[in-house]
C-alpha cells in the first residue's frame, strides 16, 4: 500500500507544476500585449533608427513567434541563463542575491507577529469586553490602518535617524556580523510585522471566545484541569488551527515578495525591491523571474499548510475521502 | 437516615443576569444523596436540573451568575470553596458526564491521553503509569480492545463509546460521586440501555453514587433509588422510587408520569399531556410555581408551599403542594378513570 503522504505530495507536484505553467504563460502574454511593450524599442535607446530596433530585434529573438519566445524564455529560466534587458544581468543570480535578505526579513517578521498575536490575542479573548480588551482592540484596528511605508519611514525616522538606537535602513550579512544582521533587522520585523499582529491578534480573540465555549473545554474544567491547563492545550490549541493556515499562507506571500514596501522603507535590496524595478522598467525576463520564485513559495506554502492542518486536526486527512 | 449524607444541598439558589433581566434558574433547593445512593433529578428543559448540576460542579462561577445557599461535599461547600480547593474536588472526589458524548471530548487529542490528562492533574504518577490506568478504566466501561482504542481520536468511536470514554475518565480517580446530566438522551436507544445498564453496575459494583439528571421517566425506573421532581427552579417533590412513582403526591408529578405511555395499560388515543408551559422564570408566578398550570389550583396556592413530608407514614416523601394526601388521592383516581374513559379500548 502506498502512503497517503507520498500520494499527496506526488499529487501536489503535479498541481504545482500545473500552476507555475499557467502563472509563466499568464506573465508573457500580458507582457506581450501591453502597449508599449515592445522592448526593442525601449532597448534601443531615446531616439532609435529602425535599423537599429531591427537589429535588436533580431539579435534577441523578439522577431520570432510568441511560442517560440514563450519556449526560448522558460528554457532559459529553467537552465538559470536568463537575463534582465535593460541591466544584462542574469536574473536567477539577482534574485538569490535578494532572497537571503527577504527569507531573514519574513522569517523574523512572521516569529514577532505570530507570537505577538498569539499573546495579545489570548489576552484579550481572557478579558474580552474588559477595558484592557478594548484598549487592545482599539490598538489592533490602528495597527492595522496603518500603511507600511508611512510606518517604516516614522520607525526608521525616529528611531533610527534621530535617536539612534536602531541604524537608518540597509542589511548586513549574517555571518560578517550576526549582531548587526539582528540589529538592522529589528525596525523592519516589526514594521512588517504590525498589520499583521493586528490581523492574527483579532482572529484568535474571536476563535478563542468560540472555543472557550465548546463542551470539551467544560468537560476539562471538569476533569480537575487548572485554568492554565485548560487555556493551553484545550482552547489555545484548537483555536490555532486556522491561525496557523493563514499563517502558512501569508509566510509564503511574503517570502515571495509581498513586503516591498518594508524592503523598500529599509533598503534592504530584498526580492521585493528587484521586484518593483522589474516592473517599473519594464523588463520581461526579470518580471518572470520574480513572479515565478514568488509564486512558487506561495504554491509551497499552500501544500505545506495543508500537512500542517492535517497534522494538527486528527479530523483532516491528506487524501479526500473519509476515513473508515 | 442517620449518617450524614455524601452530598447535602441546602437552600441553593442561582440566578444570572440577562438582558431582559434577573433569571432564578434555582431557587431554595434542597437535596441530599446518601454514600452508594442513585439519585434522579427530573424534570423538563428549563427546570433547573443541569443549572443545579454546573452550579454543584463550579462550571457556573461567573460574574453574571449569583450563587447562595450550601452544598456540603466530603466536608467542603460547594458553594463557597476557593477555585483551586474546587479544581482538586473537580474530577478526583465528585466527576461529571454530560449530554452530547460527541462534543464533550477534544476532537484533537487522542481518548487515552484526555484521560491520562485527568489523572495526571490529581496524581504525580508517571505517563506511562498513567497511560495503563486509563487501558484499565477503558477495558472496564466495554471498549473492546482497550489498549489499541486509547490511541483513537474521538471521531473514530461511535457515540456510545464515546460516552464510555467519558465515563472511564470521570472514573479515572475513583470519585465518590458522579454527575450524570441526561447521559443517555444523544444516544440511539439501544445504546441508552447498555450505558445504563453500565452505569447500574458501577453503582453496584464499586458503590458509586450518581446524581443522575434526566427528563426520562423510564431511565429513572430502571436505575434510581430516590427522586426529585424539579419544576421551574424548586424541587416539588422528592421520595424513593416507589413513593414517587406509585403515590405521587405533586399534581405536576402525576402529570409527569400521566404523559408515560405502558405497554400494561390499555393505550390512549392521545397521549396525555400538561396543558400550557412553564412559567417565565423571569418572573416566575407568586406561590406555587405550578399554579398556572394546575387544575387543582385553589386560594392557598398563591402562598409558596414548602417542601416537606405531608404523611407520616412516609416521612422521606416531601412535596410542595397545598392539597390534603386523601384529597389527591381521589383526585388521581378520578384522573385516571377519565384518561382510562378515552383509551381506545373504550370506544
Redesign the interface.
Known amino acids: 500500500m502506498q502512503s497517503p503522504m507520498l500520494r499527496f505530495v506526488a499529487r501536489r507536484l503535479a498541481s504545482m507544476a500545473l500552476v507555475l505553467f499557467a502563472v509563466s504563460l499568464l506573465v508573457f502574454l500580458i507582457f506581450n500585449v501591453l502597449p508599449g511593450g515592445d522592448p526593442a524599442v525601449r532597448m534601443a535607446g531615446k531616439v532609435p533608427t529602425e535599423t537599429q530596433v531591427e537589429a535588436i530585434r533580431e539579435e534577441w529573438g523578439f522577431d520570432e513567434p510568441l511560442y517560440v519566445q514563450y519556449a526560448t524564455t522558460m528554457r532559459k529560466l529553467l537552465t538559470g541563463d536568463m537575463v534582465s534587458y535593460f541591466t544584462q544581468l542574469n536574473v536567477t543570480e539577482e534574485i538569490l542575491k535578494g532572497a537571503p535578505r527577504t527569507f531573514a526579513l519574513a522569517i523574523g517578521a512572521a516569529i514577532v507577529w505570530m507570537a505577538f498575536a498569539i499573546a495579545l490575542g489570548l489576552f484579550s479573548a481572557v478579558r474580552a469586553g474588559a477595558l484592557s480588551d478594548r484598549l487592545l482592540t482599539a490598538l489592533a484596528l490602528i495597527g492595522i490602518s496603518m500603511p507600511v511605508f508611512w510606518l517604516g519611514i516614522l520607525l526608521s525616522h525616529y528611531l533610527g535617524s534621530e535617536a539612534g538606537i536602531f541604524p537608518h535602513g540597509g542589511y548586513v550579512e549574517f555571518l560578517d556580523s550576526p549582531t548587526q544582521w539582528f540589529w538592522h533587522l529589528v525596525l523592519p520585523w516589526f514594521t512588517l510585522a504590525i498589520l499583521f499582529i493586528g490581523v492574527y491578534s483579532r482572529i484568535l480573540r474571536s476563535n478563542v471566545i468560540e472555543t472557550m465555549g ?3 473545554v ?10 492554565r ?1 485548560v487555556l493551553l ?2 482552547v489555545l ?2 483555536s490555532l ?1 486556522p491561525i496557523i493556515t493563514l499563517w502558512g499562507l501569508d509566510f509564503g506571500a511574503v517570502i515571495g515578495g509581498a513586503a516591498i514596501l518594508t524592503e523598500l522603507v529599509f533598503s534592504l535590496q530584498g526580492v521585493g525591491q528587484y521586484a518593483a524595478d522589474a516592473i517599473g522598467q519594464f523588463d520581461l525576463p526579470a518580471v518572470i523571474g520574480v513572479t515565478m520564485y514568488g509564486a512558487f513559495f506561495i504554491v509551497v506554502f499552500n501544500a505545506l499548510v495543508d500537512i500542517a492542518y492535517a497534522a ?4 483532516i486527512r491528506l487524501e479526500g475521502k473519509p ?1 473508515t | 437516615m442517620t449518617q450524614t449524607p455524601l452530598l447535602e444541598v441546602r437552600n441553593l439558589s442561582v440566578s444570572f443576569n440577562t438582558e431582559e433581566g434577573v433569571v432564578e434558574a434555582v431557587a431554595g433547593l434542597d437535596l441530599e444523596i446518601a454514600a452508594g445512593e442513585v439519585l434522579a433529578i427530573v424534570g423538563e428543559s428549563g427546570s433547573g436540573k443541569s443549572a443545579t448540576a454546573l452550579t454543584l460542579m463550579g462550571l457556573w462561577r461567573d460574574p453574571n451568575v449569583r450563587i447562595s445557599g450550601s452544598a456540603r461535599f466530603e466536608g467542603a461547600d460547594l458553594v463557597t470553596a476557593g477555585d483551586d480547593e474546587l479544581r482538586r474536588i473537580r474530577g478526583e472526589r465528585l466527576a461529571m458526564i454530560f449530554q452530547d458524548p460527541m462534543s464533550s471530548l477534544n476532537p484533537v487529542h487522542r481518548v487515552g491521553d484526555q484521560i491520562v490528562e485527568q489523572i495526571r492533574a490529581h496524581r504525580e504518577i508517571a505517563a506511562a503509569e498513567a497511560r495503563r490506568r486509563a487501558v484499565e478504566l477503558l477495558g472496564a466501561v466495554g471498549i473492546p480492545d482497550a489498549a489499541t482504542r486509547a490511541d483513537s481520536y474521538p471521531h473514530e468511536f461511535s457515540g456510545g463509546m464515546r460516552q464510555r470514554a467519558m465515563i472511564a475518565m470521570a472514573l479515572s480517580l475513583e470519585p465518590s460521586l458522579l454527575i450524570a446530566d441526561e447521559p443517555t438522551t444523544a444516544l440511539d436507544v439501544t445504546i441508552q440501555a447498555q450505558i445504563v445498564d453500565l452505569l447500574r453496575e458501577l453503582n453496584r459494583s464499586r458503590g458509586l453514587s450518581i446524581v443522575l439528571i434526566t427528563h426520562d421517566i423510564g431511565l429513572v425506573a430502571e436505575i434510581a433509588d430516590r427522586v426529585a421532581v424539579m419544576y421551574a427552579g424548586r424541587v416539588v417533590e422528592q421520595g424513593a422510587l416507589d413513593e414517587v412513582f406509585y403515590d405521587p403526591q405533586h399534581p405536576y408529578t402525576w402529570g409527569l408520569l400521566g404523559s408515560l405511555t405502558r405497554i400494561d395499560r390499555p393505550r390512549p388515543k392521545r397521549l396525555p399531556q400538561i396543558p400550557g408551559a412553564p412559567p417565565s422564570l423571569l418572573a416566575p408566578p407568586t406561590g406555587c410555581h405550578f399554579r398556572p398550570r394546575c387544575p387543582h389550583e385553589f386560594g392557598r396556592c398563591l402562598e409558596t408551599p414548602a417542601l416537606e413530608s405531608r404523611q407520616s407514614k412516609a416521612p422521606g416523601h416531601l412535596d410542595r403542594c397545598w392539597l390534603r394526601v386523601e384529597e389527591k388521592r381521589r383526585r388521581r383516581q378520578t384522573e385516571r378513570e377519565i384518561a382510562l374513559d378515552a383509551t381506545g379500548e373504550a370506544s
Do not use: C, F, M, V
Open positions: 465548546e463542551d470539551y467544560r468537560t476539562a474544567r471538569a476533569k480537575g484541569l487548572s485554568e491547563q492545550r484545550h490549541r484548537n488551527i494538527l486536526d486528527p479530523r476515513r
